[in-house]
């Protein structure tokens, strides 16, 4: 059997994932997000400038 019912999980996004328009074309629909973070974790740059969490004690990495 289908079942067209909605699971709703909670995630964290950041980086590129936090555009909404960039959001949208990636999952399909439009979905708000609010302001987050993730305890013990940074957001860094590598050499071509795309972000990467990495964990690091006391920091807290913003997203949605």
Known sequence: PTSS???????FLWGTLADPDL???VLGRDLPGEAA????????????????LVPQEGAEAPGL
């Open 5 to 11: 019912a909605l699971v709703l999980s909670a995630v």
């Open 23 to 25: 959001r949208a074309l």
């Open 37 to 52: 973070v993730l305890p013990g974790h940074a957001l860094r740059s590598d050499d071509k400038g795309a972000p990467h």
